[in-house]
């Protein structure tokens, strides 16, 4: 008998409205247990509420009050998802999803709920891998380099502006356009730093610019970003998204927990991150249409972390993002506390509903009721009454049925997990983690070379060619200087000599004018020509300085013609 007609036959028993209610979920093919009907105070469990395994890649919504059971619910959904097969990415942020890898522990609540909803439970664990944003925490350590996280989503999670995104994307668009690598954040601050100084700032004229102001602010909140311990996340070697898709090898889904009880204090990077995912697997997969089963389902817990202050271009991302990846196999289930948390061109684009219990203690909780019930299709049930009075594990749901067509509100009573119901152990999570076959792969960090060693390197050149050109300058003026000098003492020197021989020459014409020779006017010209002569010539002027002054008069008294006189 198949599952359609056991549903059928048990529903012939119901009353009215329940019969009606429980055809809506008769499933011809494979599809996920949640639970079973509650209707008018009764849990019924031969109406069994049921999702077809192919409609997982709508995409759907778990919503609910805290404390109301939705991680429960999760681990369910991912449980069935995994036996079915299909790869599953699960966010653990308080750190209670890790027991999925673990088998549950029997016990009379356990066996109770069972018994309530026609559950044939048993013990059971399942595939997991752990992982943790930049090996914060325990699991194999995730990362991706700045260029493929992108400015939107890094503009995102560094609380930019507009303008200040804007001016990011133009720093990547350079830093592309050059060969300059991003692959951690000291890459991207070298190249802001760069384009800023008064070297690089010509580099973006011809494209719009960078205002000193706006890599003040960017630089800012790099730095910022980083004491939060952000720098980790960034790097290489970066995560391979197509390890998410993996089997085990007895051919169920592997379910792949990104451990975030670490980093819960920094919902902003840790919510942008799990988008990052998402894009990456978006921009890698091919187009596949409409499957049988989704190839990876991914719960997007706190979801309204992610849409908190988000600028238009990353809102415009994410409904593009949601829009687009089911034809490529994959399923998103966003987690929060109201369906207003999402965006409406969000919200539109998710088949399948659970929504647990809400509480209307402020006004602002009742009219955040009001908007959940607008929400869901005519429903027999008074859902503004129902919502409130939903006990833990229990949830109001509607999916899309095998033709595409939105299923029937059905209040429901939700089956108990066979894994763990809290976390996993800490030293079977340890050995799970540092026996995988990816740890070897991603633990270690590696700093290649990118744009802050490319740009350090340029500008040491640029140093050392300064260096060299200032000494050049140096040398230069040194010798210029030593020159002058030379030419200085050079002249010195000439005067010293130019006044030894006409002080020889004076002395020569007064003893032959005592002698009886008068000087005329005509011989004192041809002396002092003649004086001219000597002293310029270079054999005056070493033998000057090599023999003083003494020798010196007593050439010029040869080269004059006169003679000591005897005695």
């Given at each position: 008998m198949s599952d359609s007609e056991s549903t059928a036959e048990n529903a012939g028993a119901l009353p009215e409205p329940a019969r009606e209610i429980a055809a809506g979920y008769a499933v011809s093919g494979a599809a996920l247990d949640l639970g079973a009907l509650l209707w008018d105070g009764n849990c019924l469990p031969g109406a069994q509420i049921r999702i077809p395994l192919a409609m997982l890649n709508r995409h759907g919504l778990v919503a609910g009050a805290t404390g109301t059971g939705k991680t429960k619910t999760l681990q369910l959904i991912a449980e069935?998802?995994?036996?079915?097969?299909?790869?599953?990415?699960?966010?653990?942020?308080?750190?209670?999803?890790?027991?999925?890898?673990?088998?549950?522990?029997?016990?009379d609540r356990v066996a109770e709920r069972a018994g309530q909803v026609g559950?044939?439970?048993?013990?059971?664990?399942?595939?997991?891998?752990?992982?943790?944003?930049?090996?914060?925490?325990?699991?194999?350590?995730?990362?991706?380099?700045?260029?493929?996280?992108?400015?939107?989503?890094?503009?995102?999670?560094?609380?930019?502006?507009?303008?200040?995104?804007?001016?990011?994307?133009?720093?990547?668009?350079?830093?592309?356009?050059?060969?300059?690598?991003?692959?951690?954040?000291?890459?991207?601050?070298?190249?802001?730093?760069?384009?800023?100084?008064d070297t690089g700032k010509a580099e973006l004229k011809?494209?719009?610019?960078?205002?000193?102001?706006?890599?003040?602010?960017?630089?800012?909140?790099?730095?910022?970003?980083?004491?939060?311990?952000?720098?980790?996340?960034?790097?290489?070697?970066?995560f391979d998204t197509a390890e998410l898709l993996r089997q085990a090898p007895d051919g169920r889904g592997l379910v792949s927990v990104l451990e975030l009880a670490a980093v819960q204090d920094k919902p902003q990077l840790f919510s942008t991150f799990l988008m990052w995912l998402l894009a990456d697997l978006f921009h890698d997969l091919p187009e596949v249409g409409d499957l049988d089963r989704p190839k990876l389902v991914f719960f997007f817990d706190e979801a309204h972390l992610l849409f908190d202050g988000a600028s238009k271009a990353f809102l415009e991302s994410i409904?593009?993002?949601?829009?687009?990846?089911?034809?490529?196999?994959?399923?998103?289930?966003?987690?929060?506390?109201?369906?207003?948390?999402?965006?409406?061109?969000?919200?539109?684009?998710?088949?399948?509903?659970?929504?647990?219990?809400?509480?209307?203690?402020?006004?602002?909780?009742?009219?955040?009721?009001?908007?959940?019930?607008?929400?869901?299709?005519?429903?027999?049930?008074?859902?503004?009454?129902?919502?409130?009075?939903?006990?833990?594990?229990?949830?109001?749901?509607t999916v899309l049925s095998e033709n595409?067509?939105?299923?029937?509100?059905?209040?429901?009573?939700?089956?108990?997990?066979?894994?763990?119901?809290?976390?996993?152990?800490?030293?079977?999570?340890?050995?799970?983690?540092?026996?995988?076959?990816?740890?070897?792969?991603?633990?270690?960090?590696?700093?290649?070379?990118?744009?802050?060693?490319?740009?350090?390197?340029?500008?040491?050149?640029?140093?050392?060619?300064?260096?060299?050109?200032?000494?050049?300058?140096?040398?230069?003026?040194?010798?210029?200087?030593?020159?002058?000098?030379?030419?200085?003492?050079?002249?010195?020197a000439e005067a010293a000599d130019r006044a030894a021989v006409e002080e020889a020459v004076r002395g020569e014409r007064g003893r032959g004018a005592g002698r009886g020779g008068g000087p005329g006017g005509k011989a004192a010209e041809e002396d002092a020509s003649?004086?001219?002569?000597?002293?310029r010539s270079g054999m005056f002027r070493s033998l000057a300085r090599s023999v003083g002054t003494q020798l010196g008069r007593e050439i010029s008294r040869s080269l004059f013609g006169t003679a000591r006189r005897r005695r």
């Open positions: 069935q998802l995994s036996a079915n097969g299909v790869p599953v990415f699960l966010a653990d942020i308080k750190g209670d999803v890790s027991g999925i890898a673990v088998p549950g522990t029997p016990g559950q044939e439970w048993r013990a059971e664990g399942f595939p997991c891998e752990f992982y943790a944003l930049g090996g914060i925490g325990p699991g194999i350590p995730l990362r991706a380099t700045v260029t493929s996280f992108g400015p939107v989503l890094l503009s995102k999670v560094l609380e930019l502006n507009q303008t200040q995104e804007q001016s990011l994307g133009l720093i990547f668009h350079y830093a592309d356009s050059k060969g300059l690598e991003l692959v951690d954040l000291k890459d991207l601050r070298a190249v802001v730093a760069f384009l800023v100084s011809g494209i719009g610019g960078l205002s000193t102001a706006t890599a003040g602010v960017i630089l800012r909140s790099l730095t910022a970003f980083e004491q939060q311990g952000a720098g980790d996340f960034f790097g290489e070697p970066e409904t593009r993002t949601v829009r687009l990846i089911r034809s490529k196999g994959i399923g998103i289930f966003f987690v929060t506390q109201t369906p207003r948390d999402v965006p409406a061109e969000v919200l539109a684009q998710l088949g399948n509903r659970v929504q647990h219990a809400l509480r209307a203690f402020t006004p602002d909780d009742a009219k955040a009721l009001r908007s959940t019930v607008k929400t869901f299709p005519h429903s027999p049930y008074d859902l503004e009454e129902l919502l409130t009075r939903l006990g833990i594990g229990e949830a109001v749901i595409g067509a939105p299923t029937p509100v059905a209040a429901t009573r939700l089956r108990a997990p066979s894994s763990l119901m809290g976390p996993c152990p800490a030293a079977e999570l340890d050995a799970a983690v540092k026996g995988s076959p990816l740890y070897g792969s991603y633990a270690q960090a590696v700093d290649r070379e990118s744009a802050y060693e490319k740009l350090s390197a340029g500008q040491e050149a640029e140093r050392r060619a300064a260096e060299a050109e200032t000494a050049a300058m140096a040398a230069k003026a040194s010798k210029a200087a030593e020159t002058a000098k030379a030419a200085k003492a050079a002249k010195a003649l004086v001219e002569q000597v002293v």
